[in-house]
């Protein structure tokens, strides 16, 4: 496998997990899911959820500034692949309004007071998730599909930044996402943590 594979590899991983953690997280809030909660403990579940969830996107959110500042300064002004870069990245789904749909969902999920909600709003974290799965994750195809056509592996290595301690990083918090399930549960979509 060369080296534009394994980093093409591990930003799906990323993708993966990161869909999967989105959904468990709607999924939890559901009162037929709670159950699923390793001693009910929702709030912690929830938790690990956003903190992978923020730093995941975070680390997108960066992978597309490093990628317009690189087609910026490869790619003339006039040229038509710098435009199509620019279009794809100026399509709605940018990791930054995820993070706020995020925000928007952890803050549905809090009382006046600033504690956690008994019941929270399922409805926001249901709408968080499905821009994820939609709106997101179609800009990241369409991302993904003008770098595999247009970059080499210098430059997947620099947009992409990942590193042994990001790749550490990143499962390690997935691994505190499915610590906060029980044993036997089993939610559709959250698999094991890559190999």
Same mark, same amino acid.
């Given at each position: 496998m060369d080296e534009i594979q394994l980093i093409r590899n591990q930003l799906a991983v990323q993708r993966q997990h990161a869909s999967a953690v989105a959904n468990a997280c709607a999924r939890a809030l559901e009162p037929a899911g709670t159950h699923e909660l390793a001693g009910g403990p929702l709030g912690e579940f929830r938790q690990a959820c956003v903190d992978y969830l923020v730093c995941v996107l975070a680390w997108f959110e960066e992978r597309d500034q490093r990628l317009s500042d690189l087609a910026r300064a490869r790619v003339a002004s006039a040229d038509a692949a710098r435009r199509t870069f620019e279009e794809a990245l100026g399509r709605p789904g940018r990791s930054r309004e995820a993070l706020e749909k995020l925000e928007k969902a952890v803050a549905g999920t809090r009382d006046s007071s600033g504690t956690a *909600? $008994?019941?929270?709003?399922?409805?926001?974290?249901?709408?968080?998730?499905?821009?994820?799965?939609?709106?997101?994750?179609?800009r990241r195809d369409a991302i993904d599909a003008l770098l595999a056509a247009a970059f080499g592996a210098a430059d997947w290595r620099a947009v992409a930044g990942i590193d042994a301690d990001s790749i550490l990083e990143e499962r390690q918090r997935y691994a505190r996402v499915r610590a906060a399930l029980a044993?036997?549960?089993?939610?559709?979509?959250?698999?094991? *943590? $890559?190999?």
């Open positions: *909600a $008994a019941h929270g709003t399922q409805q926001s974290w249901q709408e968080f998730a499905q821009y994820f799965n939609g709106v997101w994750s179609a044993p036997d549960a089993s939610l559709v979509g959250l698999p094991a *943590a $890559a190999e």
